[in-house]
């Protein structure tokens, strides 16, 4: 009884830790590096910081570097509230997607609308962070670069394919975890009751037949 117990409160435990890293925490996902010409593409960027209680703020570059040539351009920068488009050819083309309502961002993603061949190239991230401590502030550069292909017709890549279906069984093998652990801890709660039953059962019959020793004995004597 006390071992199902234990299971349960683990199997409590480790769901609530699902929940909040899904709901809560900063997790650092790659970009796709894919786009198709004519449609919206989002650019993944994520840079969590390494501890979560210490207040920050951070302002975000976006650069690009286009096949063929040699530099990054400054194409987009954004400081919690203002967005500034730098590069005339990603005019009235490049949307925020990332963190809002915060100067603490993590999640530094753009959009890039309409793309285009010609939007083939390395792009370059980075986070210009300030961590603010009790009686210092402590200043970090966090850089990601995202290496994209402009393609005239979606392809599904085999790696995107075998994520789907390792998320896919790592689910179902979950639920049939959960599942067992449910008629383990319920077969061993019925054996329980059932022990219990039985021995409040005897426990009842050896007090009814010293009962009825005792009133023998008493009948016996008088």
């Known amino acids: 009884m006390d071992e199902c117990v234990r299971r349960l409160l683990l199997l409590c435990v480790f769901c609530a830790l699902s929940v909040s890293v899904?709901?809560?925490?900063c997790a650092?996902?790659?970009?796709?590096?894919e786009a198709v010409a004519g449609r919206s593409f989002k650019l993944g960027c994520i840079s969590c910081k390494m501890r979560g209680e210490v207040e920050a703020t951070a302002t975000i570059d976006w650069l690009f570097?286009?096949?063929g040539e040699d530099d990054?351009?400054?194409?987009?920068?954004y400081d919690g509230q203002v967005s500034n488009i730098v590069d005339e050819r990603f005019q009235d083309r490049v949307e925020w997607h990332g963190s809002r309502k915060t100067f603490d961002i993590q999640d530094a993603s753009v959009d890039i609308l309409n793309v285009t061949f010609n939007d083939?190239?390395?792009y370059r991230c980075i986070f210009n962070r300030i961590l603010s401590y009790a009686h210092y502030e402590f200043t970090t550069i966090e850089q990601k670069e995202v290496y994209l292909t402009v393609v005239a017709k979606a392809t599904r890549g085999t790696a995107s394919i075998v994520s789907e279906v390792m998320m896919y069984v790592s689910i179902i093998?979950?639920?049939?975890?959960?599942l067992v652990e449910m008629i383990y801890c319920y077969r061993k709660i019925a054996a329980a009751?059932?022990?219990a039953l039985r021995a409040s059962a005897a426990e009842y019959l050896a007090i009814a037949s010293e009962s009825k020793d005792n009133c023998g004995g008493v009948q016996v004597a008088e």
């Open 22 to 25: 899904c709901r809560g925490a």
């Open 28 to 33: 650092e996902v790659d970009s796709d590096t």
């Open 65 to 67: 570097k286009a096949r």
């Open 72 to 77: 990054f351009i400054h194409i987009y920068s």
């Open 120 to 122: 083939s190239g390395v």
């Open 173 to 178: 093998g979950l639920q049939l975890w959960l």
């Open 193 to 195: 009751g059932e022990e």
